[in-house]
């Protein structure tokens, strides 16, 4: 059997404070990754990184009490699209990122082609909080939150009106971090 993956790179960064994370897709293509795969003799288009725009103000909007709001779903609408067109070709999409924004534009993409998915979310974090009870702002630590609805009605809405996953279709496991 002959799978096909799609893989694109979602540099956003301006979702939380450290500069850098942008540098994920590209670092981990240098490390072979697509040679990798296709020792597993797997088919791989690489579609490139997505345009996502890569600088914000970095300050807490004192109207929705979130930062970069515009610049991060920007770059998540240019995400979920080119999820929904690999996905219509028939690839399995692999997104490098980048901040854990990218989740939103990911699983809104997805949804487009599966309504009634579920998600594994695996992380030491679950990522549900809101413009109301975060203290940064950061929209990284919304992701998964916004997937199930809850939040800015921007993020929420992000390719296409509604939540995206059932709450219930989700599970999180987590491994605390060794400090």
Not at 81 to 98: A, C, H, R, W, Y
Request: with cysteine; hydrophobic share 35%; charged share 20%.
């Amino acid at each position: 059997m002959n799978q096909k993956l799609g893989i694109i790179g979602a540099p956003i960064t301006i979702a939380q404070p450290n500069m850098g994370v942008d540098l994920g897709p590209d670092a981990i293509r240098h490390a072979d990754l697509v040679e990798r795969l296709k020792n597993l003799k797997i088919t791989i288009n690489d579609y490139g990184n997505v345009s996502v725009p890569m600088t914000g103000t970095n300050q807490i909007d004192p109207e929705t009490s979130l930062k970069n709001l515009n610049e991060v779903s920007q770059g998540n609408e240019n995400i979920a699209e080119k999820v929904k067109e690999i996905k219509s070709k028939g690839d399995f999409p692999l997104i490098l990122g980048g901040d854990h924004s990218i989740a939103i534009g990911t699983i809104a993409g997805l949804h487009h082609h599966y309504q009634n998915m579920g998600v594994i979310w695996y992380d030491a974090h679950p990522d549900l909080n809101t413009g109301q009870i975060s203290p940064s702002g950061n929209i990284h630590g919304m992701s998964l939150a916004a997937s199930i609805g809850i939040g800015h009605d921007r993020l929420i809405n992000l390719g296409g009106k509604g939540p995206k996953v059932d709450p219930k279709k989700c599970r999180y496991y987590w491994r605390p971090l060794n400090r």
